[in-house]
Structure formats: C-alpha cells, structure tokens
C-alpha cells in the first residue's frame, strides 16, 4: 500500500558530492517524520539524519556540517544532499517514513523501508 523508492546512490571520490531521493507512493494520508539511516559492511545500521513533518531536523554527529535532509510535502519526497563525502562515508543508504494510510475509512501509522541505494566514496 505504502512504497518507498530511492535513488541517486553511486561512487565518488572523496571531497565530492552525492545527493540522494526517497518517493513515496500508494495511499498515503500524511506523512510524519522521514529520515536516512545507513549500514556499513560489517557494521550495524545507524541513523544519519531525519525531518519531522514540521520541519524540525536532527542529525548524526559523523554527519552534521556535511549533510542536509530536507523534504518536498508536495510530492512526498525526502532527500538527503551530501556533500564534502568521506570514505568512512561509504554504506548502503536506507530511507525510512512513519506514513498514515487510507483503509477504507480507517487511518493507519506504519513505518516504511526503502530498499536501499549505495553511496562509494573511494579514490
């Protein structure tokens, strides 16, 4: 009912730029917060940064300064623009939204996974 689709991964050299996008698509009421979370090989999943539907931003301290998450209510999308990238920078990207859905009737908060998108920054 509720998809996430990501994009904009790819490799790039240290210093340079990447900037990512998560849609989201199907019966969707209202979106609540939205957010970035990444996962190293051989390291847990972190959460990077995340927006409420407010506005209001928060972000990991490996990441603030460099990165910006920002979103376009209008077409139900988050980005996370990234900029002065590090090689320590270099994981699978993972959005996430806390959606309410239309059910007949019914509204229901579910939280959302994208499928993930990978960001290399290599020399």
């Known amino acids: 009912q509720v998809l996430l689709l990501e994009s904009g991964g790819g490799l790039v050299q240290p210093g340079g730029t990447l900037r990512l996008s998560c849609a989201a698509s199907g019966r969707i009421f209202r979106i609540n917060d939205m957010g970035w979370y990444r996962q190293a090989p051989g390291k847990e999943r972190e959460l990077v940064a995340f927006i409420t539907a407010a506005g209001n931003t928060n972000y990991a301290v490996s990441v603030k300064g460099r990165f910006t998450i920002s979103r376009d209510n209008a077409k139900n999308t988050v980005y996370l623009q990234m900029n002065s990238l590090k090689p320590e920078d270099t994981a699978v990207y993972y959005c996430?939204?806390?959606?309410?859905?239309?059910?007949?009737?019914?509204?229901?908060?579910?939280?959302?996974w994208g499928q993930g998108t990978q960001a290399t920054v290599s020399s």
């Open positions: 996430n939204a806390h959606v309410v859905s239309v059910s007949g009737t019914v509204l229901t908060t579910g939280d959302y």
